[in-house]
């Protein structure tokens, strides 16, 4: 571990990060060139202490979790996110767990989206970032670990997933994610993330056995949405998707047209979300 080429890195990264960026508000009287380092911590989801020791050469090895997190708030290019690794005294990850790393040009498209639900999404249904508002909608998935990182993988092994969908839209739902997965094992192969989802999906449900025998393959989201929300109830959305050229990653952004039913629910939802944020800070 290279502690003075590591601290060196993280500030001048820092520095070099307008609030903007990042979806925060730019402030009056600020004193830091480019980001403050308590706003890098909340960014990573770490405590302010513990960033500031990194920065002053003083800190613990940080965990290749850690570091993803790092990467992931200093808006690092898969290049940099290498090299932040190799400092801190890491391998670079390698090719298939790069894509892992949420692709910049997503993330700042993200970062401008405050009032109405985004996420970005792996080919395998992981959810890499989600703003407040698709948090408020979906709820956290950030605690969700090895297979069921994936929505694909949840929603065919724990009946709760299922519940954000009217019952009749459920059937068809399923289908869109078994053809969503189809396309991405076609895509990288059976020795891939994807292939290992297939084959723990096919021993643990029989719907999904049925379903991928079908071969049906398609990589979009449905242009229309009717999700359930235990507070709100239905909500028609209307469902874009920005892929990565590659189309490993997916920018999947929620809407309603003003002035409908659907619309007033966002805005309500909001409402909802920041006070549920705020609760949790306190």
């Known amino acids: 571990?290279?502690?003075?080429?590591?601290?060196?890195?993280?500030?001048?990264?820092?520095?070099?990060i307008q609030p903007e960026d990042v979806g925060l508000?730019?402030?009056?009287?600020?004193?830091?060139?480019?980001?403050?380092r308590e706003e890098v911590a909340s960014l990573a989801v770490m405590s302010t202490d513990y960033y500031t020791r990194l920065e002053q050469q003083r800190g613990p090895q940080p965990s290749e979790q850690m570091l993803a997190s790092l990467a992931r708030a200093l808006r690092l290019t898969n290049d940099e996110r290498g090299y932040l690794f190799r400092v801190a005294?890491?391998?670079?990850?390698?090719?298939?767990?790069?894509?892992?790393?949420?692709?910049?040009?997503?993330?700042?498209?993200?970062?401008?989206?405050?009032?109405?639900?985004?996420?970005?999404?792996?080919?395998?249904?992981?959810?890499?970032?989600?703003?407040?508002?698709?948090?408020?909608?979906?709820?956290?998935?950030?605690?969700?670990?090895?297979?069921?990182?994936?929505?694909?993988?949840?929603?065919?092994?724990?009946?709760?997933?299922?519940?954000?969908?009217?019952?009749?839209d459920r059937d068809r739902h399923s289908r869109a994610q078994v053809a969503n997965l189809r396309a991405a094992h076609g895509l990288r192969g059976p020795r891939s993330d994807a292939g290992e989802l297939v084959r723990a999906l096919q021993k643990a449900s029989g719907e999904f056995a049925e379903l991928w025998a079908r071969?049906?393959?398609?990589?979009?989201?449905?242009?229309?949405?009717?999700?359930v929300h235990p507070e709100l109830g239905e909500i028609e959305l209307d469902c874009q998707a920005l892929f990565t050229e590659d189309q490993s990653q997916t920018l999947l952004v929620l809407t309603a047209p003003p002035r409908t039913e659907g619309h007033e629910k966002l805005q309500l939802l909001a409402v909802l979300g920041h006070g549920r944020f705020a609760e949790a800070e306190r």
């Open 1 to 16: 571990m290279d502690r003075a080429a590591l601290a060196d890195f993280l500030r001048r990264r820092r520095e070099a």
């Open 25 to 36: 508000p730019p402030g009056a009287r600020r004193r830091t060139r480019g980001l403050r």
């Open 89 to 168: 005294g890491h391998n670079a990850p390698a090719s298939l767990s790069a894509a892992q790393h949420v692709a910049p040009a997503l993330l700042r498209v993200l970062d401008r989206l405050v009032d109405t639900p985004a996420l970005v999404l792996t080919d395998v249904g992981e959810t890499l970032v989600q703003n407040r508002m698709a948090t408020a909608l979906f709820g956290d998935v950030s605690h969700h670990t090895g297979l069921a990182r994936s929505a694909i993988y949840r929603w065919f092994t724990d009946p709760a997933e299922r519940s954000v969908y009217p019952e009749a």
């Open 215 to 227: 071969h049906e393959v398609a990589q979009r989201f449905e242009d229309h949405k009717t999700l």
